[in-house]
């Protein structure tokens, strides 16, 4: 069983960047895909990046293409998510989580464990 730890939210005015890790630790990082989700108060658990296992193939919601980037290091167990010029919006509880397979998944269902989550504040 994987434990997935994110680190790296915080504060940040509007246009400005943050990037989150995700350490795995238990045992080292499956072939299967990775991903980030986010959910604000009140609202539904939404993707944000998926990775597949050799880093090629990546999938972003449309709401943060061109500004964030999802990358793994598996030799280091550690899967990253870089922020930039976030907006007000982007304000949420951040998860890592660890696909069912190696398909890159845009549904919580295709993710089998998570995070605790980051909390990432975006102020106007």
């Known amino acids: 069983q994987v434990q997935l730890v994110e680190s790296g939210g915080g504060l940040v005015q509007a246009g400005g960047s943050l990037r989150l890790s995700c350490a795995a630790s238990?045992?080292?990082?499956?072939?299967?895909?990775m991903g980030w989700f986010r959910q604000a108060p009140g609202k539904e658990r939404e993707f944000v990046a998926g990775?597949?296992?050799?880093?090629?193939?990546?999938i972003y919601a449309d709401s943060v293409k061109g500004r964030f980037t999802i990358s793994r290091l598996n030799a280091e167990n550690t899967l990253w998510l870089q922020m930039n010029s976030l907006k007000p919006y982007d304000t949420a509880l951040y998860y890592c989580?660890?696909?069912?397979?190696?398909?890159?998944?845009?549904?919580?269902?295709?993710?089998?464990?998570w995070g605790q989550g980051t909390q990432v504040t975006v102020s106007s």
């Open positions: 989580a660890e696909g069912r397979d190696v398909r890159v998944g845009t549904r919580p269902n295709d993710y089998g464990y």
């Open positions: 238990g045992r080292t990082f499956s072939s299967n895909a």
């Open positions: 990775i597949d296992w050799s880093g090629v193939n990546t």
